[in-house]
């Protein structure tokens, strides 16, 4: 049985993904920003009355979608964007085979306490596409704007959570598939995150006390008291 804990990567990378095309949506007036409304059957009426606002304003809305039910995604509703997970992948890089020591953060009854652990042997890339939807060439490109803002052919996107860390993404890879029958244009990009540790760190052994005191022998003759002892507050 591991000691490993089970990591929340996937969760991360998906979540920052949506959100940073969520909220170039909600900046350029194309989407009403979902935070605002309680998740209540109240909220959901308003935040529907705000789509049609925005309807009414701008001709349409463009709505982002991710992992869900086809009827949730509003098949037959264009201009949409879908945002569809992928693979994990080996990546190109190693992590490293030494022990590191981190505070406990996983029992509090033993605040100050260290945890040995050793991250992953290898990195992992992981890919996904963005599916542009729509009926009218100016909408697919107001959604490649958006895109181009929310997510660099090449470069950093900050996790949904912590604005301070970043990931690093790359586009590589485009194709369409018009459907005639219903006349909607769908663009398809390619994306890959790439090299993030897909597991957390494998714990190693029990949790270690800090060191409280240090005692030195300074012993010179016959005298066994001659010891120094210093106490690390």
């Given amino acids: 049985m591991s000691l490993t804990p089970l ?5 991360l990378v998906e979540r920052s993904i949506f959100h ?12 009403p920003d979902i935070t605002l409304f309680p998740d209540t059957d109240q909220g959901v009426i308003d935040y529907n009355n705000a789509l049609k606002a925005i309807a009414t304003i701008q001709g349409y809305v463009i709505e982002i979608f991710n992992n869900s039910s086809p009827h949730a995604k509003n098949m037959q509703r264009v201009p949409r964007i879908v945002f569809v997970p992928g693979q994990f992948l080996p990546g190109s890089l190693g992590g490293s085979p030494d022990r590191q020591y981190t505070v406990n953060n996983s029992d509090p009854l033993k605040p100050g306490f260290f945890q040995a652990s050793i991250q992953p042997p290898q990195t992992s890339d992981f890919n996904f596409e963005i599916y542009l939807l729509a009926k009218e060439a100016r909408q697919i490109r107001i959604m ?12 950093y996107i900050p996790l949904y959570n912590e604005a301070d860390k970043k990931i690093f993404i790359r586009q590589i890879s485009y194709r369409s598939q018009p459907d005639a029958t219903y006349g909607v244009n769908e663009h398809i990009y390619m994306y890959q995150v790439q090299d993030i540790f897909e597991t957390e760190p494998q714990i190693m052994g029990r949790l270690i006390a800090p060191i409280s005191e240090i005692t030195v022998d300074t012993q010179i003759g016959d ?3 001659d010891t120094l002892t210093t106490i690390i507050p």
């Fill in 20 to 31: 940073s095309i969520r909220l170039e949506l909600v900046d350029k007036g194309y989407l």
């Fill in 144 to 155: 490649l704007s958006v895109i181009a803002l929310a997510l660099p052919k090449r470069g």
């Fill in 7 to 11: 990591s929340n990567t996937i969760e």
């Fill in 223 to 225: 005298n066994p008291d």
